[in-house]
């Protein structure tokens, strides 16, 4: 497929070809010799790009537009085909050309200042784009652009307070939903002030959090950890347990958050009723994993295999089998299939040796550990425990 970009390109190369060749043609006919057609330039992009050679086809191009073309449009154009190229320098060069061009008005001005940012910008000139679109911003009709890339630069710079402002404009100006990802930024800060011990900021960061998305899990954990930090363990349990509505796959993380909290009001059935509830929500084997862990260090072996058993036959669990296998061996009652029980553990374990870890359901990213943002394709709350369990029937 052609870059729509190369037909603007082309366009005004083809009129002035056409120009030539009414030049040539006055010419020949004077010399009474057959019409010669178009310019050289044009003909040389159109075999480069019939060959797909865009690099070469657009290196002709820009000599021929740099020299013939002053149009305010296919410098623009130029510019933008360069910076897609990488050629940033090339491409700030015309955008700095243009803005001291005399006659611009100021809504072309405008449009060059908003290119010249996003050159910046892909520079990682950062500051530089910032306050251009800042000066921006009050341009109408570059508003909601300046808007969208100062959220992709108060990110990167992980400026939160900004985002949030610029996201929060950006709400009230586009139809676009933005309050989950406000919410997200507000975890952002949250975590941040945790980090920092300062809890009641960290508490107001996730109130609003949670003001703005009731199901954000992120805030919904954090809650939970706050609450556990001043000490009422019960209610981070019960907070913690509201995943189990909305999100059943995110239950696994707070596990072990729930485990401590249990043991330190010294009520380990708090721990087992929260399995016991999150198995009915979500089918991740880590937590019947949990369950069966549990209930092995209390002493009740039996117990646990059997549950164990019905499990691993239900769902056809190649951890709850590995696990199942592990037990029957650990139990000492060896009989003579105790050599296939380990030879079968240890196929099992090496089957799942890569299966854990976080994939992003929108780009497919995979990484061992958990991101709120994707590093894959910049999404907010898209990533998620792989989970893999089959059900036989
Ligand atoms: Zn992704």
Redesign the pocket.
């Given at each position: 497929m052609m870059d729509p970009i190369w037909l603007l390109l082309l366009l005004p190369l083809a009129g002035f070809s056409g120009w030539v060749a009414a030049q040539r043609g006055r010419l020949h006919r004077r010399n009474a010799s057959g019409p010669k057609a178009i310019s050289d330039s044009y003909v040389r992009s159109i075999n480069f790009l019939a060959n797909d050679q865009h690099d070469e086809a657009l290196d002709v191009l820009a000599k021929a537009l740099e020299d013939y073309d002053e149009s305010l449009e296919i410098q623009l154009a130029l510019g933008t085909l360069f910076r897609r190229r990488g050629e940033i320098e090339k491409a700030t060069q015309i955008h700095q050309g243009l803005i001291s061009r005399p006659g611009i008005s100021s809504e072309q001005k405008s449009q060059v200042l908003f290119e010249l940012a996003n050159d910046y910008f892909k520079a990682g000139l950062l500051d530089r784009a910032e306050n251009l679109l800042l000066e921006l911003g009050a341009s109408e009709s570059f508003r909601e652009a300046s808007l969208r890339l100062l959220v992709q630069i108060y990110e990167s710079e992980r400026e939160w307070e900004r985002v949030i402002a610029a996201a929060g404009h950006l709400d009230k100006l586009t139809t676009e939903v933005w309050a989950p990802r406000i919410a997200q930024y507000q975890c952002e800060l949250a975590e941040r002030a945790l980090n920092a011990g300062d809890y009641s900021a960290a508490k107001d960061r996730t109130t609003s959090a949670l003001n703005l998305n009731r199901n954000c899990a992120r805030a919904i954990i954090l809650r939970g950890r706050l609450e556990a930090l001043s000490g009422r363990h019960r209610q981070a349990v019960t907070t913690w347990t509201r995943l189990c509505d909305d999100h059943p796959e995110m239950l696994n993380e707070v596990a072990r958050l729930v485990q401590t909290s249990a043991e330190s009001v010294g009520k380990s059935g708090l721990y087992v009723d929260f399995l016991l509830r999150a198995l009915e929500s979500s089918s991740d084997e880590r937590l019947q994993l949990l369950l069966v862990d549990f209930l092995a260090q209390e002493g009740r072996n039996a117990e646990a295999e059997a549950h164990l058993e019905s499990w691993v036959e239900e769902h056809g669990s190649l951890s709850g089998l590995n696990r199942l296998l592990e037990i029957r061996v650990d139990s000492g009652s060896r009989s003579d299939s105790s050599s296939d029980y380990e030879l079968m553990r240890k196929v099992s374990g090496k089957l799942l040796a890569d299966r854990s870890g976080y994939e992003?359901r929108?780009?497919g990213?995979q990484g061992k550990s958990m991101h709120w943002q994707?590093p894959?394709?910049r999404?907010w709350d898209?990533t998620a425990p792989r989970l893999a369990t089959i059900k036989l029937s």
């Amino acid at each position: 497929m052609m870059d729509p970009i190369w037909l603007l390109l082309l366009l005004p190369l083809a009129g002035f070809s056409g120009w030539v060749a009414a030049q040539r043609g006055r010419l020949h006919r004077r010399n009474a010799s057959g019409p010669k057609a178009i310019s050289d330039s044009y003909v040389r992009s159109i075999n480069f790009l019939a060959n797909d050679q865009h690099d070469e086809a657009l290196d002709v191009l820009a000599k021929a537009l740099e020299d013939y073309d002053e149009s305010l449009e296919i410098q623009l154009a130029l510019g933008t085909l360069f910076r897609r190229r990488g050629e940033i320098e090339k491409a700030t060069q015309i955008h700095q050309g243009l803005i001291s061009r005399p006659g611009i008005s100021s809504e072309q001005k405008s449009q060059v200042l908003f290119e010249l940012a996003n050159d910046y910008f892909k520079a990682g000139l950062l500051d530089r784009a910032e306050n251009l679109l800042l000066e921006l911003g009050a341009s109408e009709s570059f508003r909601e652009a300046s808007l969208r890339l100062l959220v992709q630069i108060y990110e990167s710079e992980r400026e939160w307070e900004r985002v949030i402002a610029a996201a929060g404009h950006l709400d009230k100006l586009t139809t676009e939903v933005w309050a989950p990802r406000i919410a997200q930024y507000q975890c952002e800060l949250a975590e941040r002030a945790l980090n920092a011990g300062d809890y009641s900021a960290a508490k107001d960061r996730t109130t609003s959090a949670l003001n703005l998305n009731r199901n954000c899990a992120r805030a919904i954990i954090l809650r939970g950890r706050l609450e556990a930090l001043s000490g009422r363990h019960r209610q981070a349990v019960t907070t913690w347990t509201r995943l189990c509505d909305d999100h059943p796959e995110m239950l696994n993380e707070v596990a072990r958050l729930v485990q401590t909290s249990a043991e330190s009001v010294g009520k380990s059935g708090l721990y087992v009723d929260f399995l016991l509830r999150a198995l009915e929500s979500s089918s991740d084997e880590r937590l019947q994993l949990l369950l069966v862990d549990f209930l092995a260090q209390e002493g009740r072996n039996a117990e646990a295999e059997a549950h164990l058993e019905s499990w691993v036959e239900e769902h056809g669990s190649l951890s709850g089998l590995n696990r199942l296998l592990e037990i029957r061996v650990d139990s000492g009652s060896r009989s003579d299939s105790s050599s296939d029980y380990e030879l079968m553990r240890k196929v099992s374990g090496k089957l799942l040796a890569d299966r854990s870890g976080y994939e992003c359901r929108f780009c497919g990213f995979q990484g061992k550990s958990m991101h709120w943002q994707c590093p894959g394709c910049r999404h907010w709350d898209t990533t998620a425990p792989r989970l893999a369990t089959i059900k036989l029937s």
